[in-house]
């Protein structure tokens, strides 16, 4: 006799599964309504306009921390993945040098820190650098430094869990072939991880462009990304521009994610019958 827990019925996995969905998605769906209403006031609905993605146009604040965020994200992701995917293969690959537990928990510990924490230490670093050297000045550059301290973290991970899981020996068989190291990595390695260190580049770009906490302390006159630009001004009283700017980077990183995801599927589909028909030569042979 099964003293199991009782199946759990469709209707009510459904109706969960709806009720998640709404509670995730519903605020974004009423924001990308509302960046068509007519009226001054977020909150109040007077009819539909495409007034606000005009206004946008010509807000030159917005304009600004558009670019800025666009220009800080693309470059802190690129150097995120390229120092995690180094700190990644030295993790995984060599399980024995001196300071290993340091070095795995100082590339861990951006993970577990407080942004706060993390965004006040590099400030107060940053000032006494600039006091003895007079750079850097608080800006992009500041900026930068901190979301590749955070990125990198994060990057690193991503990568390392697929180095864990990858096939040995294709690399070992690689070099049996006469392949020197820096040629198994560039031939055999990279093309293995490059779905990681892409997604580890969205991930990072992502966490970069709606960073608010670090980007509060390290950014300085003249230089403020979108989203200190959003949070100064709802201590004002937001308007439908705001609306409109969210709604223009939903749709951007709503195509950006299923464009990656349709590359990686099939790139995947290909990888994995490449292999196949490596195999399949084999056995004939």
């Known amino acids: 006799m099964s003293h199991g827990m009782p199946p759990v019925s469709n209707a009510f ?67 995120s993945v390229l120092l995690g995917t180094f700190a990644a293969f030295v993790l995984v690959r060599y399980h024995r040098f001196a300071g290993r537990t340091l070095f795995a928990g100082m590339i861990n510990a951006p993970l577990v820190m407080p942004e706060v924490i993390i965004g006040l230490s590099l400030l107060l670093m940053l000032v006494s650098v600039q006091r003895w050297l007079g750079f850097p000045e608080r800006g992009m550059l500041t900026i930068f430094f901190g979301h590749v301290m955070l990125g990198m973290a994060y990057g690193a991970v991503v990568v390392q869990s697929r180095l864990k899981e990858m096939n040995m020996s294709l690399e070992e068989a690689a070099m049996d072939l006469g392949c020197k190291p820096l040629g198994v990595f560039w031939h055999v390695t990279l093309p293995l991880i490059a779905q990681a260190m892409l997604s580890a580049w969205l991930l990072t770009f992502t966490l970069s462009l709606d960073d608010v906490v670090l980007s509060s302390f390290l950014s300085g006159p003249g230089s403020s990304p979108l989203p200190i630009v959003i949070f100064s001004r709802a201590k004002l009283g937001l308007n439908a521009e705001v609306n409109v700017v969210a709604t223009i980077t939903i749709l951007i990183v709503s195509v950006g994610v299923i464009w990656s995801s349709l590359y990686m599927a099939r790139k995947e589909r290909r990888h994995a019958r490449e292999i196949a028909e490596a195999f399949s030569e084999a056995n004939a042979g």
């Open 13 to 79: 996995t459904r109706t969960v599964l709806g009720v998640v969905y709404a509670f995730l998605y519903l605020p974004i769906v009423w924001l990308i309504v509302y960046s068509f209403n007519e009226s001054n006031m977020v909150t109040l609905w007077s009819g539909v306009s495409l007034k606000w993605y005009a206004e946008v146009l010509h807000d030159r604040e917005i304009l600004d921390g558009v670019w800025l965020s666009l220009r800080i994200a693309f470059c802190s992701a690129s150097v």
